[in-house]
């Protein structure tokens, strides 16, 4: 069956560029999670949604950083004026029920490059 | 021993011998956690979970330990195989979001 994915799988922006970071989760999961993973480390939360409600974007590192699911399903990680700090592997999750107490499926990540 | 930056600890055993893998969690509230395996340019793959109600659960070939009164998880990998190779992270639901560990890299030697 289909996993959750997550496209483009890689991309290189020049410093100042905007990149916008899709992803599609598992058809009829209700949470929806992004983290951002750098290098040799383990992943770090930045926003979690229920259905189309942004319930937690404490994890978002900067005003820069911006996330939606306007219908519920798809998602978009969009991040204005990129630094090289932003470099790192962005993951998404998704998790059948509105809870936090149930696994979460991840996709294969975009890894961003910021030069 | 812990990690810092790119420096992840590394388990290595031979194949066919147990594994176990560590981890110390932060929030004595949390009630829930998973362990994840991640390869090399892949996502994190859910391996097992045990909920706070629990000290011990068992799936095919992995076990799951947890010790709430020193806050420490770990994984148990019967019979290690070439393709466990990879780094396995704990992860803790404190109520509010998921918190990850730093990782163990398990190399398996033939």
């Known amino acids: 069956g289909a996993g959750v994915s997550q496209s483009p799988r890689y991309k290189v922006a020049k410093r100042g560029q905007d990149v916008a970071l899709r992803c599609d989760p598992i058809s009829g999961h209700v949470s929806l999670f992004w983290y951002q993973q750098a290098l040799g480390q383990g992943p770090e939360f930045l926003t979690y949604f229920q259905n189309e409600a942004q319930l937690d974007k404490s994890g978002l590192p900067s005003d820069r950083f911006f996330a939606e699911r306007p219908e519920g399903s798809v998602s978009t990680l969009k991040i204005q004026r990129t630094q090289q700090e932003d470099s790192a592997v962005y993951l998404c999750?998704?998790?059948?029920?509105?809870?936090?107490?149930?696994?979460?499926?991840f996709g294969p990540g975009t890894r961003l490059t910021v030069l | 021993g812990e990690s810092v930056g790119l420096h992840l600890p590394t388990l290595s055993v031979q194949e066919g011998d147990n594994s176990i893998i560590n981890c110390a969690y932060s929030n004595s509230a949390s009630d829930y956690f998973i362990w994840y395996k991640q390869e090399s340019g892949k996502g994190p793959q859910f391996i097992i979970d045990i909920r706070s109600n629990m000290d011990k659960r068992q799936g095919q070939r992995v076990t799951v330990l947890l010790n709430k009164t020193v806050k420490h998880l770990s994984l148990q990998i019967a019979a290690t195989q070439p393709g466990d190779s990879a780094v396995y992270f704990c992860a803790e639901n404190n109520g509010q979001n998921f918190v990850f560990g730093p990782g163990t890299r398990l190399s398996v030697l033939p």
């Open positions: 999750a998704s998790s059948e029920t509105g809870t936090l107490g149930h696994t979460q499926y």
